[in-house]
C-alpha cells in the first residue's frame, strides 16, 4: 500500500496540484497563476511509524532562475537608523528575542548567512535551513507541510488509498480498481503509462464534477 500510495502521488504532481493547494492554502494557490514564475508542488510519504502521512513542499523559481526573499534580517544592518527604528517599533524585549533567536540558530547550525557560505555543500545547507526556519526569524518557512485525510479530493482514488492505510476499510471503487493499480512495471515505458493512465482518471473526474 505504501508503494501503490507513493506510486499515486506521483500522478498529483501532474494534475490536481492547485486543487490541493486551493483546500490547503488558498493564497499560495494565486501564487502559483503567475506568470512569471515557474512553480512545482511535489507530495511525499512521510513518518517513522506505518501508516504513513502525505506531506507537500512547493519548490518556485523565477524566469531568471533566481527567487528572492526580502526580509527585515536581510536589509536591516545592525549599525543602520532602520534598526534603531525596527527596535523602537517592535520593543526591546522582542527585539532583543530576535537577537538572541539569531545567536542561538548560529551556534546550532554554524551556516545561517549567506557571509557564512563558502562551498556548494554550504549553501545547500544554508537553503535547506532557509526553507525550515520561520518567516518571522528571517526564513522562508517553506518546509514540509502535512496534508490531512480531509484535504484529498474525495474523487481521488488516492483517498480511498490513504483511508484504507489508516482504517483498514477497502471501498468498493479501490476493490475494483486494485487489479490495474497493483500491475508491476516492467520498464520505464510501462511506467510512464500507469502514471498517465492515473492522471488521466483525475482529470476525467474532475471534468466530471465540472
Same mark, same amino acid.
Given at each position: 500500500?505504501?508503494?501503490?500510495?507513493?506510486?499515486?502521488?506521483?500522478?498529483?504532481? @501532474?494534475?490536481?496540484?492547485?486543487?490541493?493547494?486551493?483546500?490547503?492554502?488558498?493564497?499560495?494557490?494565486?501564487?502559483?497563476?503567475?506568470?512569471?514564475?515557474?512553480?512545482?508542488?511535489?507530495?511525499?510519504?512521510?513518518?517513522?511509524?506505518?501508516?504513513?502521512?502525505?506531506?507537500?513542499?512547493?519548490?518556485?523559481?523565477?524566469?531568471?532562475?533566481?527567487?528572492?526573499?526580502?526580509?527585515?534580517?536581510?536589509?536591516?544592518?545592525?549599525?543602520?537608523?532602520?534598526?534603531?527604528?525596527?527596535?523602537?517599533?517592535?520593543? @526591546?524585549?522582542? @527585539?532583543?528575542?530576535?537577537?538572541?533567536?539569531?545567536?542561538?540558530?548560529?551556534?546550532?547550525?554554524?551556516?545561517?548567512?549567506?557571509?557564512?557560505?563558502?562551498?556548494?555543500?554550504?549553501?545547500?545547507?544554508?537553503?535547506?535551513?532557509?526553507?525550515?526556519?520561520?518567516?518571522?526569524?528571517?526564513?522562508?518557512?517553506?518546509?514540509?507541510?502535512?496534508?490531512?485525510?480531509?484535504?484529498?479530493?474525495?474523487?481521488?482514488?488516492?483517498?480511498?488509498?490513504?483511508?484504507?492505510?489508516?482504517?483498514?476499510?477497502?471501498?468498493?471503487?479501490?476493490?475494483?480498481?486494485?487489479?490495474?493499480?497493483?500491475?508491476?512495471?516492467?520498464?520505464?515505458?510501462?511506467?510512464?503509462?500507469?502514471?498517465?493512465?492515473?492522471?488521466?482518471?483525475?482529470?476525467?473526474?474532475?471534468?466530471?464534477?465540472?
Amino acid at each position: 500500500m505504501t508503494k501503490l500510495g507513493a506510486f499515486e502521488l506521483l500522478g498529483w504532481q @501532474y494534475c490536481i496540484t492547485h486543487d490541493i493547494l486551493k483546500r490547503v492554502c488558498p493564497l499560495e494557490a494565486e501564487l502559483l497563476k503567475d506568470p512569471t514564475l515557474t512553480c512545482r508542488v511535489r507530495f511525499r510519504l512521510a513518518g517513522s511509524d506505518f501508516p504513513p502521512f502525505v506531506v507537500f513542499k512547493i519548490f518556485c523559481k523565477s524566469r531568471d532562475q533566481n527567487t528572492h526573499y526580502i526580509t527585515g534580517k536581510s536589509v536591516i544592518t545592525a549599525t543602520s537608523e532602520a534598526a534603531v527604528d525596527a527596535c523602537k517599533l517592535m520593543g @526591546y524585549r522582542t @527585539y532583543y528575542n530576535q537577537i538572541l533567536q539569531d545567536e542561538l540558530q548560529h551556534k546550532k547550525y554554524g551556516i545561517t548567512e549567506e557571509l557564512d557560505v563558502a562551498t556548494i555543500r554550504d549553501h545547500v545547507q544554508y537553503s535547506n535551513l532557509m526553507d525550515e526556519v520561520p518567516a518571522y526569524y528571517g526564513g522562508r518557512h517553506n518546509c514540509w507541510r502535512r496534508l490531512s485525510l480531509h484535504d484529498f479530493p474525495r474523487s481521488m482514488i488516492v483517498y480511498d488509498i490513504m483511508d484504507y492505510a489508516q482504517s483498514g476499510k477497502l471501498s468498493s471503487r479501490l476493490r475494483m480498481e486494485l487489479p490495474f493499480l497493483l500491475l508491476r512495471p516492467q520498464n520505464e515505458e510501462t511506467c510512464l503509462l500507469l502514471v498517465k493512465s492515473n492522471t488521466l482518471m483525475c482529470c476525467d473526474t474532475q471534468f466530471e464534477k465540472l
